[in-house]
């Protein structure tokens, strides 16, 4: 998907699925998800609670549980990452490739000194001394700009703030310099200036080092300014996908539109009304066929309901999965119709999108 | 910056809530104690929604649960209706008569899911409100009322007589609150960060549900969120927090657009999509945020403010007037 950068991807993900067997019976977490990453470049993966982002990354990284079943190719430079799992290959994950999450202590140990833990890892997968590993430990803090790093290296994770916990957890992701970074909302738990500056110090540190780097988040405000890609999930499935830019000014899918729709934006004058996304997403278990946004979709049509539209191409590296993309004729005269009609072939009432985007009336303030 | 003063309160005729030199401590260890609400004053006219915005640990919480007396403010006054007859003081009520008040004033919660009783139907929590404010709780005035809030936010009462809080989503778990909130009718909602915990997509369907019920029922509302852009679009008027201070308070399209507080505009040049009113550079902040048990003297965002100078330190500035309805506590304001 990715057109600017010659030669091999780094990482290339092709038809992955990843279901669940459960007592309910297979969730389909997964269900035919491609991508490939450059090195150097960061792709942006969002969606809503639930559309499959952090089982993907999982995924990647070797992380989920035994009864999980994968299908699909994952390639990491040339190599066949689901074998190198099958061969229990502790030099990859952490070393080469390498997570973190929205909850700094799921990587930290309470009882641990921080300096400790960087250490250890510099010590068991690159064979440094102790004292080398402590200096370097220190180096480390000092690189993702915690204030007096020498000192910190001896205080617990519960000693820090929540901004410096996840700063030391990038510290612990970078020890081994990794090629490929995922953050799983890295920052969703943080005061807006802590991170505005953890992401600007993701984005020099990727830069610097050539990195490649995956950002789930919910928020397609934060992926707008910091990623070259762009995949939208839903319910386990690749809805859209482009480059930023592209996303941002000529996005296909009625999913993409509603998920930026439904966000207040900072200079939306106040009591704009929002357009908010009704119903929720499917049950992943019995997936009914046709498109699975259909039921809450301002442009569906009878033929959405049975029939699942695949990924098609809209001009370069950029494709969508839909019958009546946003934009174009087709999608035009759709939601036109079912304006009309006042409802949509699922019986979703279109007086929900009604008034959306005016001013709605206040109280005595204004 | 971050100061005091009482010059933001307006005489008027139709101010529902006025919290005045609001003062909150809590003791903690020998002889310490954490500042965590310091000399803050406000006040909301009926029909209007006052949000409150700052950084974790700022105080928003703890203004609440001043206001509702859970626990009680160390010092200041909590005035509901002040000058007509229903007008009550509520630092200086105690038993019956506290309790008389109460369902003026409702809270709801960041985490819609753990703040309902697990074990009753949804139904019956929206009713137990009633059952305990109102002594006909059973009677057809009241059942038509527990049909109606459920109704107004989007939940079948038939559905939610039989399903108990964990078979709702968290969104239709916050929708449950609201109308257990509003089945009182209270004049006062105070919303602690009611979205935060929601995704994006049911962000939207509960902040419409909010301006819907303060609509019908003629709600005025405290909303609380660390989200600056959920903040505006909700608020007629935006209060902003540092360590327990008041900075800038005013009509929420003025302080948006023309941000005088150097706190303000660091938090808007933060925002994932900054604000189009600041700069890139008027982000430019350290991540500590000194301890609320040792304040700085003087403004209390000196350690953090690009532009304090002597004066910040030696002098707590007062709030004072810019404009309308504007509001700042600063000794060097951007002046729009
Ligand atoms: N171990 C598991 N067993 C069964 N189902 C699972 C398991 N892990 C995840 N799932 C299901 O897979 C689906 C995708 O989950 P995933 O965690 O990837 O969502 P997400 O997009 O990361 O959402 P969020 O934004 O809430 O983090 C969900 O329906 C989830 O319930
Ligand atoms: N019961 C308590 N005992 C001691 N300190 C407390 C107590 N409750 C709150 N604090 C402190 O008071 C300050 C204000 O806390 P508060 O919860 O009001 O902040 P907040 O603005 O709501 O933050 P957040 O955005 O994280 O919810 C913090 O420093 C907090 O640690
Ligand atoms: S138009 Fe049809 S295919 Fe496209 S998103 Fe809507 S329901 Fe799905
Ligand atoms: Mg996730
Ligand atoms: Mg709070």
Redesign the interface.
């Known amino acids: 998907m990715n057109g600017t950068v010659n030669g091999q991807p780094l990482l290339s993900v092709t038809d992955l699925r990843v279901g669940f067997a459960t007592q309910r019976g297979l969730v389909r977490a997964v269900d035919g998800v491609s991508f490939d990453l450059f090195a150097g470049k960061t792709l942006g993966i969002v969606g809503?609670?639930g559309s499959g982002k952090s089982v993907t990354a999982k995924t990647l990284m070797n992380l989920l549980p035994s009864y999980a079943r994968v299908e699909g190719s994952v390639m990491f430079d040339g190599r066949d990452v689901r074998e190198l799992a099958a061969q229990k290959e502790k030099h990859f994950w952490g070393v080469e490739m390498t997570m973190i999450f929205q909850d700094p202590m799921t990587s930290l140990n309470p009882v641990k000194k921080v300096g400790e833990q960087i250490a250890e890892s510099l010590r068991v997968h690159l064979g440094r001394s102790r004292k080398e590993a402590r200096d370097e430990a220190g180096d480390l803090l000092e690189t993702v700009g915690i204030?007096e790093a020498r000192k910190r290296l001896s205080q617990y994770p519960h000693e820090l703030?929540?901004?410096?916990r996840q700063r030391v957890v990038i510290a612990m992701a970078l020890a081994c310099s990794p090629r490929l970074l995922i953050a799983d909302e890295p920052t969703t738990a943080l005061?807006?200036?802590?991170?505005?500056?953890i992401l600007d110090l993701l984005d020099e540190l990727r830069e610097e080092r050539g990195m490649a780097m995956i950002l789930i988040t919910?928020?397609l405000?934060?992926v707008?300014?910091r990623t070259d890609d762009i995949m939208v999930m839903y319910a386990g499935r690749t809805m859209e996908q482009a480059d930023t830019a592209t996303l941002f000014s000529t996005m296909r899918h009625p999913y993409t539109e509603?998920?930026l729709e439904?966000?207040?934006?900072?200079?939306?004058?106040?009591?704009?009304?929002?357009?908010?996304?009704?119903g929720?997403p499917p049950d992943l278990i019995d997936i009914a066929p046709g498109c699975p946004f259909a039921p809450r979709c301002r442009y569906s049509v009878d033929a959405c309901v049975v029939e699942c539209p695949s990924l098609e191409g809209h001009g370069t590296a950029h494709v969508c999965a839909c019958h009546k993309p946003v934009g174009t004729e087709a999608g035009i005269a759709a939601r036109a119709a079912n304006e009309q009609q006042g409802t949509t072939p699922t019986g979703l009432d279109m007086g929900l999108f009604e008034g959306a985007g005016s001013r709605?009336?206040?109280?005595?303030?204004? | 910056m971050a100061g005091s003063g009482t010059i933001q309160l307006r005489d008027d005729d139709?101010i529902v809530l006025r919290v005045e030199n609001l003062v909150v401590e809590f003791p903690v260890g020998r002889h310490q104690v954490v500042h965590a609400v310091s000399d803050l004053s406000f006040d909301v006219?009926?029909?209007?929604?006052l949000g409150i915005v700052g950084?974790?640990g700022c105080g928003k919480s703890t203004t609440a649960r001043a206001i509702v007396q859970i626990p009680r403010p160390t010092s200041g006054t909590v005035v509901l209706d002040p000058g007509s007859d229903r007008e009550a003081e509520l630092t200086a009520l105690h038993g019956e008569s506290l309790r008389e008040v109460r369902p003026r004033l409702q809270m709801i919660f960041q985490d819609p899911i753990s703040s309902l009783n697990p074990r009753r139907f949804v139904r019956d929590i929206v009713a137990e409100g009633l059952a305990i404010w109102q002594k006909d709780h059973s009677g057809p005035h009241s059942q038509a009322r527990i049909d109606e809030v459920l109704e107004a936010v989007g939940i079948d009462p038939e559905v939610a007589a039989t399903r108990r809080p964990h078979e709702f989503?968290g969104?239709q778990c916050q929708r449950i609150s609201i109308a257990r909130a509003v089945a009182l009718d209270p004049e006062i909602l105070v919303c602690d960060e009611p979205v935060s915990a929601l995704?994006?997509?049911?962000?939207?369907?509960i902040?419409?549900i909010l301006?819907d019920m303060?609509?019908r029922y003629?709600l005025?509302l405290l909303f609380i969120s660390?989200d600056?852009?959920?903040v505006?679009?909700?608020?007629?008027?935006v209060v902003v927090m540092y360590l327990g201070k008041i900075c800038e308070i005013g009509?929420?399209?003025t302080l948006?657009s023309s941000p005088a507080h150097p706190y303000t505009r660091?938090?808007?040049a933060?925002?994932?999509?900054?604000?189009?009113?600041v700069d890139p550079s008027d982000?430019a902040?350290?991540?500590?945020?000194p301890s609320p048990i040792n304040p700085p003297s003087g403004c209390r965002f000196r350690t953090r403010g690009p532009r304090a100078t002597d004066l910040c330190a030696a002098e707590e500035p007062q709030v004072q007037q810019l404009g309308e309805d504007h509001f700042v506590a600063c000794h060097f304001p951007t002046l729009g």
Do not use: F
């Open positions: 809503e609670s204030p703030s929540g901004g410096l005061d807006v200036t802590v991170q505005k500056h919910h928020d405000g934060v707008k300014g509603a998920l439904t966000i207040p934006r900072i200079d939306m004058p106040s009591h704009t009304r929002l357009v908010p996304i009704p929720r709605s009336g206040t109280g005595a303030g204004n | 139709d006219r009926r029909g209007e929604t950084e974790s989503s969104g995704d994006v997509s049911v962000q939207a369907q902040l419409n301006e303060k609509q003629g005025t660390h600056l852009s959920v505006r679009n909700v608020s007629d008027r009509a929420a399209d948006y660091v938090l808007l933060s925002a994932p999509e900054p604000a189009p009113t982000a902040i350290g991540d500590e945020i």
